[in-house]
């Protein structure tokens, strides 16, 4: 059985269908998805190496929802539209794409476009430190430096902060942050709001007015990207002594 993993996002049934036989044939591990409700649960569970998304879904923006895709573990993206444009084909491009196939299409030309796409695919070496500008995660020490100083962050904090971070500002739901952060299935996605609060007074300059992890009502949270790069996160003001560990064994010196 191949290690590549394939996502089909299509909502034409017999296409999807036909498409999924075809790579099967060729040993590709395939999920399937008719919307994009059904693609993100998709993804979020199998982590695809290549997503083929069709640009006109039953409930929503294949652009849209290419531009998420994108800002998650960036998998291979093949998009396929009805719309042949150079417009619509540049729009695709620049919203994460790796190719756009336009429809109709022969089977071998889509199959040899999934092996070209593959062939690129480079394992990547994981990121052993994450900079943020104001904000330093050490994915290997699994410490957290903000403002020049270590917190002190509990496992989980470190891992729901690093969630937060990886999105890139997208706003997540606290199901998206229990599937992602927790290592454990858990029911009551109002956990996610208790670890918040303790880690807002951790790296928030004032917990009561949060500008760091921002509340997207209806939705979850952000993380506030921009921020770190402004004067707030560059003041010398630093958070108060006791929020950090100054225990010598956790400020080592950085790679």
Known sequence: ????????????????????????????????????YQAREVFLSHQPTLIILDADLPDGDGIEFCRWLHRQQQPLILMLSARSNEADIVAGLKAGADDYLSKPFGMQEFLARIEALIRRKRTPVAPAYLDYGALQIDLVQRRVRFQGEFIDLTPQEFSLLYVLAQAGGAPLSR???????????????????????????????????????????????????????????????KLPKERFNNQRSTISTQR
């Open 175 to 237: 199901s998206e942050l229990l599937r992602r952060a927790w290592p454990d299935a858990i029911d009551n996605p109002r956990t996610i709001d208790t670890h918040v609060l303790s880690l807002r007074k951790k790296v928030e300059l004032d917990p009561r007015q949060p500008s760091l992890i921002q509340t997207i009502r209806n939705v979850g949270y952000r993380f506030n990207m921009e921020i770190l790069n402004s004067n707030i996160a560059q003041s010398p003001t």
């Open 1 to 36: 059985m191949s290690s590549v993993c394939i996502e089909i996002v299509e909502g034409n049934p017999h296409l999807r269908s036909l498409l999924g036989w075809h790579l099967q044939q060729l040993d590709y591990r395939v999920h399937q998805a008719a919307s994009i």
